[in-house]
């Protein structure tokens, strides 16, 4: 299946994405989701996730600003999601700044997701390797995570998608770079984490590794698009979002190199 067949079923679609994400992420990845023809979600409550993952064509878990609270939220949610056989996504934020952290990332990833999606120093954390991550941003170049990607896509039986410059996925069989995006994408707050959004509504219709790639194609291309256009950071973002939205089947192949 090609990124623009994924594009086209998604908005045939229109999946209900569960988004479990961080406080600075909620308005802009619903927004990103209206835009590209899903319909978001951001139940959050543990009184009500292990109801609502279920109805949802995915389920998104994004750390950033982690708690207590929102971990045991979290838990139960992919917990649900997975009994019921509804694909979810983890963007393990930032994982290697506490061990608390850390140990949160591999309990969620210990509960089977469909796709784990991070930049280069979440990945590497996240296998078991040293980077040069500082917060919530990489140090570390996605070319020089490509190897943990595999590994630990085919020890945790999931998507690895690694994203920066230029992303990677990998199912640790078959691999896929994209291409595209813009240099101001970073210094829009949120763009990853509604990325992870967007991944979960191509996943809610399509394989996860296809999801994945469609997911990344479409945000590059769409990043390319308003970068043409936009004379800054905050220009950028609505430029983004009307991209989103413009963007038609047909126009995503071109940024997917298989390998």
């Given at each position: 299946?090609?990124?623009?067949?994924?594009?086209?079923?998604?908005?045939?679609?229109?999946?209900?994405?569960?988004c479990m994400?961080n406080?600075?992420?909620?308005a802009?990845?619903a927004?990103?989701?209206?835009?590209a023809g899903?319909s978001?979600a951001?139940?959050q409550?543990?009184?009500?996730?292990e109801?609502?993952?279920?109805?949802?064509?995915?389920?998104?878990?994004?750390?950033?600003?982690?708690?207590?609270?929102s971990?045991?939220?979290?838990?139960?949610?992919?917990?649900?999601a997975?009994a019921?056989?509804?694909?979810w996504v983890?963007?393990?934020?930032?994982l290697?700044?506490?061990?608390?952290?850390?140990?949160?990332?591999?309990?969620?990833l210990?509960?089977k997701p469909a796709?784990?999606r991070g930049?280069?120093?979440?990945i590497l954390?996240l296998?078991g390797?040293?980077?040069?991550?500082?917060?919530?941003?990489?140090g570390?170049?996605?070319?020089?995570?490509?190897?943990?990607?595999?590994?630990l896509?085919?020890?945790a039986?999931?998507?690895v998608?690694?994203?920066?410059?230029r992303?990677?996925?990998t199912?640790?069989?078959?691999?896929?770079?994209i291409?595209?995006?813009?240099?101001?994408?970073?210094?829009?707050?949120?763009?990853?984490?509604s990325?992870?959004?967007?991944?979960?509504?191509?996943?809610?219709?399509?394989?996860?590794?296809?999801?994945?790639v469609?997911?990344?194609?479409?945000?590059?291309?769409?990043?390319?698009?308003?970068g043409?256009?936009?004379?800054?950071p905050?220009?950028f973002?609505v430029a983004?979002?009307?991209?989103l939205?413009?963007v038609?089947?047909?126009?995503?192949?071109?940024r997917?190199?298989?390998s």
């Open positions: 299946m090609t990124a623009d067949h994924a594009l086209a079923e998604m908005r045939r679609a229109a999946p209900l994405v569960h994400t406080d600075v992420a909620k802009i990845a927004n990103v989701l209206l835009a899903a978001p951001m139940v409550a543990v009184e009500e996730v109801t609502f993952a279920p109805m949802s064509g995915a389920l998104t878990v994004n750390i950033g600003t982690l708690s207590a609270g971990l045991a939220a979290m838990l139960a949610a992919a917990r649900a997975g019921s056989g509804t694909p983890l963007d393990p934020v930032a290697f700044i506490t061990s608390w952290r850390m140990q949160a990332a591999r309990d969620l210990a509960l796709v784990v930049n280069a120093s979440e954390a296998a390797e040293a980077g040069s991550g500082k917060g919530a941003d990489s570390d170049a996605v070319e020089g995570a490509v190897a943990a990607a595999g590994r896509a085919t020890e039986g999931c998507v998608a690694v994203t920066g410059a992303d990677y996925v199912d640790g069989t078959r691999a896929a770079w291409d595209g995006g813009d240099a101001v994408m970073p210094k829009v707050t949120a763009l990853g984490c990325l992870t959004a967007l991944t979960g509504a191509f996943v809610a219709v399509v394989p996860p590794l296809e999801g994945a469609a997911a990344l194609a479409l945000f590059a291309e769409a990043g390319a698009r308003a043409a256009v936009a004379t800054g905050g220009s973002q983004f979002l009307d991209a939205a413009a038609e089947p047909g126009a995503l192949e071109g997917v190199t298989w």
